[in-house]
């Protein structure tokens, strides 16, 4: 019953680092998102994908990238880390859009990034 | 554009007080809308979602309206206890797959 699973949990990093955040779920959704955020505010969206190969950027993907090899995960990649970057990011997915239950977004527990 | 203005928190009650979190939205189109709830140290889960004008969502004692001539998602719970502290976003779907907006999040804490 793992859902939406997150890894690492808590991580520092230096200026110019590189890292990859982990996402895999296991509901077999086709959806699947990237979001950080920032004290005070909402969650912001960095990428998304509708499916395997397909991906597209949100609203702040800038300094970002990421893909979708398979159904199940979707990575996201910092490549030169910034202050800026320091946040919490939560991977969500979900199953489909429209009114019914398909559209409802199931969330990782969140990755705590700074960037020192 | 499209957004949602919460009610800006802390908001700090006794246990068995009522609860209501305001929530506005500003959308285009007919969008669904949704409570979310995130527990210290885990991501947000669903808490209750409405799909159109005038349907009631409700879960855990919590409800809300979805008011279309407000424009009003307001989150209601009769009798709080101290497990409802948490953060209560408040968010709404497009129905497109990418354009979701979320609040900036109300910070309860139930105090017994």
């Known amino acids: 019953n793992a859902g939406v699973t997150q890894t690492p949990k808590f991580r520092i990093l230096k200026i110019g680092q590189s890292m990859t955040l982990q996402c895999a779920q296991d509901?077999?959704?086709?959806?699947m998102y990237w979001y950080r955020q920032d004290p005070g505010m909402g969650l912001k969206l960095i990428y998304y994908?509708?499916?395997?190969?397909?991906?597209d950027k949100g609203e702040v993907p800038n300094g970002y990238n990421v893909s979708r090899s398979t159904t199940e995960d979707f990575p996201l990649r910092l490549e030169l880390a910034a202050p800026s970057q320091t946040s919490v990011y939560f991977c969500?997915?979900?199953?489909?859009?429209?009114?019914?239950?398909?559209?409802?977004?199931?969330f990782g527990a969140g990755t705590r990034l700074s960037v020192l | 554009g499209n957004s949602v203005t919460q009610m800006e928190g802390p908001v700090t009650l006794s246990e068995e007080a009522f609860l209501t979190i305001n929530c506005t939205y500003t959308?285009?189109?007919?969008?669904?809308l949704f409570w979310y709830v995130q527990y210290p140290g885990e991501g947000l889960q669903l808490l209750l979602k409405?799909?159109?004008?005038?349907d009631k969502g409700s879960n855990k004692g919590f409800e809300a309206t979805y008011r279309k001539e407000t424009t009003s998602f307001h989150l209601e719970k009769g009798s709080v206890q101290v497990s409802d502290s948490a953060v209560y976003f408040c968010?709404?779907?497009?129905?497109?797959?990418?354009?979701?907006?979320f609040g900036t999040g109300t910070s309860l804490t139930v105090i017994p």
């Open positions: 969500a997915s979900r199953e489909g859009t429209g009114v019914s239950r398909k559209n409802i977004q199931y």
């Open positions: 509901m077999n959704h086709n959806y």
């Open positions: 994908s509708v499916g395997a190969g397909i991906t």
């Open positions: 959308a285009t189109g007919y969008p669904s």
């Open positions: 409405a799909t159109k004008a005038d």
């Open positions: 968010a709404l779907d497009l129905n497109t797959g990418n354009q979701f907006y």
